[in-house]
């Protein structure tokens, strides 16, 4: 089948390579891609959010499948446009993209689903938020809608959570809502599965690493690197939190009307307490979708076409033996205000060791790549274990140059 692919980050890379070694697939076209994607896809420009300009250009390319890498086509109403033309599409409705366009819907679905989260409270004004934020002191204040990963601040204290509020509330041109949230301790973990409006597969569980800096320092970032599976979860403790998430939701979602066909993303605290859920995306994780693509056993596009028609066959997905490391690679001055140009070299070098570098924030420049955006690459290894991969993706990391490079040194070490 031929395979329309939305987005141009490093996930879309990641996707791109793994869906080029299906033998379902017949030609692979991205939009917008980047020069890492066009190793596998012809690459073509669209507003990717613009619903009827991806459906012109599915038309065009005569596309049986549309696989959307990131979340503001869904919330857009991509998937919604193409479904009425007849062309079948891996990722949500718009309605079900609320998961992650609308964080308050998303609450509603969990009290409702019964899934453990946060104690949360929501404010249409202000100042009523300004003052319960003060009595709370800590607490994480959220916008409702999407903001490109610059929508939640947790605040220590009284301050913090006053500052917060004006801050959010002026990001969201006060027009938004806001929610204040219990502030939850414990470690992070990302489980996602594919889902087909009922039924759900488990992805491998992965662990992002949200700060710029190692130890967890530093200004928040869209995710620094991920590793996949985490050794401090058994199996059966990843099969039982799916078991407690994807059903009751799904079955929620189902049931309003807008079944959920794509990757439905759980972000989830593990507390002294038990497991809670932070949020939901309705897409895969960026970069877990690089480490989890490179432990799954299994061909990603006979997935995602069985998900789009609503026929997914419930049950484990298959994994390779050991675990995958991902470490990007990200620009001077990310992610306040990342310096482009820089010349890239090193990346067939990286690779020639037997790690994998997926491109993002790169462009080609008349036979040149060049840095163009914050989060540049990820460079990727899968090994027998998290060590050895860990090992491969930073001596690959040594080869690849740029000025102003950045990256963490310690991504998997949390494992250990
Ligand atoms: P998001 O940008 O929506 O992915 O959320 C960013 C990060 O904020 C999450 O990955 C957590 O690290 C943190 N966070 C969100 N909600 C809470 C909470 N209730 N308690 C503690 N940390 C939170
Ligand atoms: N890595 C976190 C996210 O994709 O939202």
Known sequence: MDVLLLGSGARENALAWKMSQSPLLGKLYAANGNPGIARFASCFEVQESHPQAVLQLAKRLGIQLVVVGPEAPLVAGVADVLQKEGIAVFGPTAGAA????????????????????????????????????????????KMDGLAQGKGVVVARNAQEAEEAVYALWALGGGKQKLLLEELLEGWEVSLMAMCDGERFALLPVAQDHKRLLDGDEGP?????????????????????????????????????????????????????????????NCRLGDPEAQVLLLQLNEDFLALAWACAQGELRQGRLKSKPGASVAVVASAEGYPTAPRKGAEIFGIAQAEALGAQVFLAGAKDDFGRLRVSGGRVLSVCAQAASLAKAQELAYAAMEKIRFEGRHFRSDIGAKAF
Not at 104 to 124: D, H, N, S, W
Not at 228 to 254: C, D, N, T, Y
């Open 220 to 280: 928040n970032t869209g995710g620094m690197g991920a590793y996949s599976p985490l050794p401090q979860m058994s199996e059966g403790m990843v099969e039982e939190l799916g078991r407690l998430i994807f059903p009751p939701v799904l079955e929620v979602l189902k049931k309003r009307g807008t079944p959920f066909r794509g990757v439905l993303y759980a972000g989830l605290m593990v507390t002294p307490q038990g497991p809670k859920v932070l949020e939901f």
């Open 98 to 141: 609320r998961m992650e366009g609308s964080k308050r819907f998303a609450k509603q679905c969990m009290l409702e689903a019964g899934v453990p989260t946060a104690e949360f409270e929501v404010f249409e004004q202000v100042e009523a938020a300004v003052a319960r934020a003060r009595a709370w002191g800590r607490v994480v204040v």
